[in-house]
Protein backbone atom coordinates (compact mmCIF):
# COMPACT_ATOMS: atom_id res chain seq x y z
CA UNK A 1 0.00 0.00 0.00
CA UNK A 2 1.07 3.52 -0.23
CA UNK A 3 3.24 4.91 2.20
CA UNK A 4 3.52 8.74 3.23
CA UNK A 5 4.68 10.64 0.50
CA UNK A 6 5.86 14.23 0.65
CA UNK A 7 7.21 16.90 -1.98
CA UNK A 8 9.16 18.23 -3.21
CA UNK A 9 11.87 15.82 -2.87
CA UNK A 10 14.56 18.28 -3.10
CA UNK A 11 14.27 22.31 -2.80
CA UNK A 12 16.66 25.30 -3.28
CA UNK A 13 15.98 28.68 -1.99
CA UNK A 14 17.40 32.03 -1.56
CA UNK A 15 17.89 33.43 1.77
CA UNK A 16 14.42 35.86 2.62
CA UNK A 17 11.87 33.29 0.51
CA UNK A 18 8.92 31.72 1.42
CA UNK A 19 8.90 27.56 0.96
CA UNK A 20 5.88 25.24 1.19
CA UNK A 21 7.00 21.48 2.13
CA UNK A 22 3.72 19.55 1.74
CA UNK A 23 3.02 15.51 3.20
CA UNK A 24 0.42 13.09 2.75
CA UNK A 25 0.16 10.67 5.19
CA UNK A 26 -0.69 7.14 4.78
CA UNK A 27 -4.88 6.71 4.35
CA UNK A 28 -6.88 6.70 7.87
CA UNK A 29 -3.76 7.82 10.25
CA UNK A 30 -5.00 10.30 12.73
CA UNK A 31 -2.14 11.44 13.79
CA UNK A 32 0.74 13.38 11.59
CA UNK A 33 4.27 14.55 12.80
CA UNK A 34 6.89 16.99 10.94
CA UNK A 35 10.43 16.85 12.01
CA UNK A 36 13.70 18.55 10.77
CA UNK A 37 17.32 16.88 10.81
CA UNK A 38 19.92 18.69 10.58
CA UNK A 39 23.82 18.21 10.72
CA UNK A 40 24.65 18.30 13.87
CA UNK A 41 21.81 19.27 15.28
CA UNK A 42 19.76 15.09 14.49
CA UNK A 43 16.44 14.84 14.31
CA UNK A 44 13.95 16.94 15.88
CA UNK A 45 10.27 17.49 16.88
CA UNK A 46 8.25 20.11 15.00
CA UNK A 47 4.56 19.90 15.17
CA UNK A 48 1.85 17.30 16.16
CA UNK A 49 -1.62 16.93 14.46
CA UNK A 50 -3.96 14.66 16.25
CA UNK A 51 -7.47 14.73 14.64
CA UNK A 52 -9.50 17.52 14.91
CA UNK A 53 -7.64 18.95 18.03
CA UNK A 54 -5.23 21.65 18.16
CA UNK A 55 -2.07 20.78 16.84
CA UNK A 56 0.90 20.82 19.40
CA UNK A 57 3.20 23.61 17.88
CA UNK A 58 5.92 23.16 20.95
CA UNK A 59 8.83 22.07 18.50
CA UNK A 60 8.61 24.91 15.85
CA UNK A 61 11.92 26.69 16.45
CA UNK A 62 10.51 30.20 15.46
CA UNK A 63 7.51 32.13 14.41
CA UNK A 64 8.69 32.00 10.61
CA UNK A 65 7.34 28.36 11.19
CA UNK A 66 3.58 26.98 10.28
CA UNK A 67 1.89 24.10 9.78
CA UNK A 68 -1.67 23.16 8.79
CA UNK A 69 -3.31 20.09 8.10
CA UNK A 70 -6.61 20.15 5.98
CA UNK A 71 -9.79 17.93 6.65
CA UNK A 72 -7.67 16.00 8.39
CA UNK A 73 -4.91 14.51 5.88
CA UNK A 74 -2.64 16.07 3.96
CA UNK A 75 -0.14 18.74 5.54
CA UNK A 76 1.57 21.85 4.73
CA UNK A 77 4.78 23.28 6.88
CA UNK A 78 5.64 26.68 5.47
CA UNK A 79 8.67 28.47 6.28
CA UNK A 80 8.91 32.30 5.99
CA UNK A 81 11.65 34.11 5.33
CA UNK A 82 14.40 31.43 5.14
CA UNK A 83 17.00 31.40 6.50
CA UNK A 84 20.14 29.25 5.67
CA UNK A 85 19.97 27.69 8.96
CA UNK A 86 16.51 26.35 7.60
CA UNK A 87 18.51 24.27 5.49
CA UNK A 88 17.52 20.80 6.85
CA UNK A 89 15.94 17.57 5.70
CA UNK A 90 12.10 17.92 6.81
CA UNK A 91 10.63 14.29 7.86
CA UNK A 92 7.27 14.17 8.20
CA UNK A 93 5.33 10.63 9.91
CA UNK A 94 1.94 9.47 10.55
CA UNK A 95 0.77 7.14 12.95
CA UNK A 96 -2.79 5.28 13.33
CA UNK A 97 -3.45 6.72 16.37
CA UNK A 98 -1.20 9.04 18.74
CA UNK A 99 0.89 8.06 21.84
CA UNK A 100 3.34 5.23 21.62
CA UNK A 101 2.12 4.09 18.07
CA UNK A 102 4.59 3.28 15.62
CA UNK A 103 5.59 6.22 13.47
CA UNK A 104 6.10 5.43 9.85
CA UNK A 105 8.06 8.28 7.84
CA UNK A 106 8.03 9.99 4.18
CA UNK A 107 11.44 9.85 2.69
CA UNK A 108 11.65 13.49 3.47
CA UNK A 109 11.95 17.37 1.61
CA UNK A 110 15.94 18.22 1.53
CA UNK A 111 16.12 21.95 2.09
CA UNK A 112 18.84 24.16 0.87
CA UNK A 113 18.64 27.96 1.58
CA UNK A 114 21.37 30.24 -0.10
CA UNK B 1 14.78 16.81 28.75
CA UNK B 2 15.31 12.91 27.90
CA UNK B 3 19.05 13.02 26.15
CA UNK B 4 19.34 9.89 24.15
CA UNK B 5 22.91 8.59 22.97
CA UNK B 6 24.08 6.14 20.69
CA UNK B 7 27.23 4.40 20.80
CA UNK B 8 29.42 3.76 18.83
CA UNK B 9 28.76 6.39 16.17
CA UNK B 10 30.10 4.47 13.11
CA UNK B 11 30.93 0.94 13.23
CA UNK B 12 32.85 -1.11 10.02
CA UNK B 13 32.52 -5.21 10.22
CA UNK B 14 33.38 -7.59 7.42
CA UNK B 15 30.35 -9.90 6.36
CA UNK B 16 28.91 -12.27 8.33
CA UNK B 17 29.91 -10.79 11.70
CA UNK B 18 27.05 -10.33 14.18
CA UNK B 19 25.92 -6.53 15.26
CA UNK B 20 25.90 -4.77 18.48
CA UNK B 21 24.20 -1.45 18.29
CA UNK B 22 23.89 0.62 21.84
CA UNK B 23 21.35 3.30 22.91
CA UNK B 24 21.08 4.78 26.30
CA UNK B 25 18.74 7.44 27.80
CA UNK B 26 18.10 9.80 30.60
CA UNK B 27 15.02 9.40 31.33
CA UNK B 28 13.48 5.86 32.05
CA UNK B 29 9.57 6.96 32.40
CA UNK B 30 9.15 6.08 29.08
CA UNK B 31 6.03 4.99 26.78
CA UNK B 32 8.45 2.75 24.33
CA UNK B 33 11.52 3.11 22.53
CA UNK B 34 11.59 2.54 18.50
CA UNK B 35 14.83 1.28 16.15
CA UNK B 36 14.75 3.06 12.87
CA UNK B 37 17.02 2.04 9.90
CA UNK B 38 18.04 5.44 7.43
CA UNK B 39 19.76 4.51 4.07
CA UNK B 40 21.29 7.73 2.57
CA UNK B 41 19.02 10.51 1.15
CA UNK B 42 15.59 7.91 2.50
CA UNK B 43 13.56 8.32 5.37
CA UNK B 44 13.55 6.40 8.27
CA UNK B 45 12.15 2.49 8.39
CA UNK B 46 10.91 1.36 11.62
CA UNK B 47 12.77 -1.54 12.86
CA UNK B 48 11.49 -2.75 15.67
CA UNK B 49 9.05 -1.22 18.56
CA UNK B 50 9.58 -2.51 22.21
CA UNK B 51 6.62 -1.06 25.01
CA UNK B 52 7.87 -0.28 28.13
CA UNK B 53 6.57 -3.46 29.70
CA UNK B 54 8.86 -5.93 27.37
CA UNK B 55 12.30 -7.07 27.88
CA UNK B 56 12.74 -7.61 24.55
CA UNK B 57 11.45 -7.82 20.17
CA UNK B 58 12.90 -10.20 17.79
CA UNK B 59 12.36 -9.57 14.20
CA UNK B 60 13.91 -12.18 11.78
CA UNK B 61 17.96 -11.52 12.24
CA UNK B 62 17.29 -8.50 14.22
CA UNK B 63 16.46 -8.42 18.36
CA UNK B 64 16.43 -5.81 20.36
CA UNK B 65 16.55 -5.71 23.98
CA UNK B 66 15.57 -2.92 26.71
CA UNK B 67 16.35 -2.58 30.14
CA UNK B 68 14.48 0.88 31.46
CA UNK B 69 15.38 0.63 35.10
CA UNK B 70 18.96 1.27 33.44
CA UNK B 71 18.18 3.59 30.65
CA UNK B 72 19.78 0.69 28.08
CA UNK B 73 18.47 -0.73 24.95
CA UNK B 74 20.78 -2.50 22.41
CA UNK B 75 20.08 -3.73 19.06
CA UNK B 76 21.33 -7.15 17.83
CA UNK B 77 21.58 -7.86 13.98
CA UNK B 78 23.30 -11.56 13.92
CA UNK B 79 25.15 -12.67 10.58
CA UNK B 80 25.53 -9.22 8.93
CA UNK B 81 24.94 -8.24 5.19
CA UNK B 82 26.39 -5.87 3.08
CA UNK B 83 22.32 -5.09 2.43
CA UNK B 84 22.85 -3.97 6.27
CA UNK B 85 24.43 -0.90 5.40
CA UNK B 86 22.60 2.33 6.95
CA UNK B 87 22.02 4.50 9.99
CA UNK B 88 20.76 3.01 12.41
CA UNK B 89 18.58 5.28 15.14
CA UNK B 90 16.85 4.65 18.44
CA UNK B 91 13.73 6.77 19.97
CA UNK B 92 12.29 7.21 23.28
CA UNK B 93 8.63 8.23 23.54
CA UNK B 94 8.13 9.67 26.83
CA UNK B 95 5.65 8.61 28.71
CA UNK B 96 3.76 11.47 29.09
CA UNK B 97 3.54 12.11 25.46
CA UNK B 98 4.31 11.18 21.88
CA UNK B 99 6.96 13.38 20.73
CA UNK B 100 9.70 10.53 20.00
CA UNK B 101 13.14 11.72 21.20
CA UNK B 102 15.64 10.57 18.86
CA UNK B 103 19.42 9.42 19.45
CA UNK B 104 22.34 10.57 16.23
CA UNK B 105 22.36 6.53 15.46
CA UNK B 106 25.52 4.81 14.14
CA UNK B 107 26.25 4.15 10.82
CA UNK B 108 26.72 0.98 9.86
CA UNK B 109 29.11 -0.57 6.99
CA UNK B 110 29.21 -4.18 6.41
CA UNK B 111 32.09 -5.50 3.76
CA UNK B 112 31.99 -7.60 1.48
Known amino acids: GAGVSQSPSNKVTEKGKDVELRCDPISGHTALYWYRQSLGQGLEFLIY????????KSGLPSDRFSAERTGGSVSTLTIQRTQQEDSAVYLC????????????FGPGTRLLVL | KQEVTQIPAALSVPEGENLVLNCSFTDSAIYNLQWFRQDPGKGLTSLLL?????REQTSGRLNASLDKSSGRSTLYIAASQPGDSATYLCAVTPAVNYKLSFGAGTTVTVRA
Open chain 1, 93 to 104: ASSFGAAGETQY
Open chain 1, 49 to 56: FQGNSAPD
Open chain 2, 50 to 54: IQSSQ
